[in-house]
Structures are given as structure tokens and as C-alpha cells.
């Protein structure tokens, strides 16, 4: 066990862990942030996708280690009150089933019209294109993302 020091959400935290704990696991189990969340844990499905220093990262993948120093966004600190605009075009699209999936897709998708404000089908098939819903969810998923798109420019 080592004790690292980590920001997460703009606040600082201290915890100890194993050097190799995943940041996940640090998230979910060590700060109780229980939005993100476990699907594959080998970086492939996109449900653990936190934003690392405004970059989509999959938080499965980071040690505790590697992640001491740097800064972390979760769906919590998306936004204050859950209005960012892919959470409210989520609502508003009525893209979730069963949900599991959405904090991360909806991370990936925060960071990808930060990045494109105004992005295309290809950019969105591109930027989601390693995030798994299981529900099968994607044409609303796409539509989700061109309303926040273009939500977020009224803002």
C-alpha cells in the first residue's frame, strides 16, 4: 500500500492503495463515485471512460500510480445538477434501456463535441466507435450527440 494524491472532480483526495489498483477501482471503491463503471476491464467496451485532463480515458486501465497528480472528471463532476447537454439530450432522446453503459458513452461523447462542436455522423460513429451498449442503443446514441451538439452552442 502507498498513498497517492489524486483530483478528482476539482477536489483533491488522498488515498491509499495498491500501486496497481485500477483508477476505477479507486473511483468506485476508495471515494465511493459508484457513475462509473466496471464493463469489460480491458479497455475495450467504454463503461469506466472518465475524462483524464479533459482527454476520454478508460479509468480500467490506469494504475493509481499513473493517475497520481493528474486530473479526473466522472460522470458526477460532468456537471453540478446533471445538465451538461449529452445528459440532457440522453433524457431527451430516450437513449437508455437498462443504462449501464451511459455514464461512460456519455463521457466519451462530452469529450467529443468539446473537441467537434459540430460533429458529423462519421465523427460520432468514430468517436463511439469503441463503447459497447449491449442494449443496442446507437441510433438514438447518434441522435443524442447531434442535439447536445447543438444544445450546447445555445449555452
Known amino acids: ?91 431527451e432522446e430516450d437513449v437508455a434501456q437498462c443504462g449501464y453503459c451511459q455514464a461512460g458513452m456519455i463521457m466519451t461523447a462530452a469529450a467529443l463535441i468539446r473537441d467537434t462542436p459540430d460533429p458529423t455522423d462519421a465523427d460520432i460513429d468514430s468517436a463511439m466507435s469503441d463503447s459497447v451498449c449491449r442494449c443496442g442503443t446507437y441510433q438514438r446514441v447518434r441522435r443524442a450527440i447531434h442535439r447536445a451538439a447543438r444544445d450546447g452552442k445555445r449555452t
Open 1 to 91: 500500500m502507498a498513498a497517492f494524491t489524486l483530483t478528482i472532480n476539482g477536489r483533491k483526495h488522498r488515498v491509499e492503495a495498491d500501486p496497481e489498483m485500477p483508477l476505477l477501482w479507486v473511483l468506485r471503491d476508495l471515494l465511493d463515485m459508484t457513475g462509473t463503471k466496471y464493463g469489460c476491464g480491458v479497455g475495450e467496451c467504454g463503461a469506466c471512460t472518465v475524462h483524464e485532463n479533459q482527454v476520454a480515458v478508460r479509468s480500467c486501465q490506469i494504475p493509481v500510480a499513473q493517475a497520481a497528480g493528474k486530473s479526473y472528471t466522472t460522470i458526477e463532476g460532468l456537471s453540478a445538477h446533471g445538465d451538461h447537454p449529452c445528459q440532457k439530450a440522453w433524457i
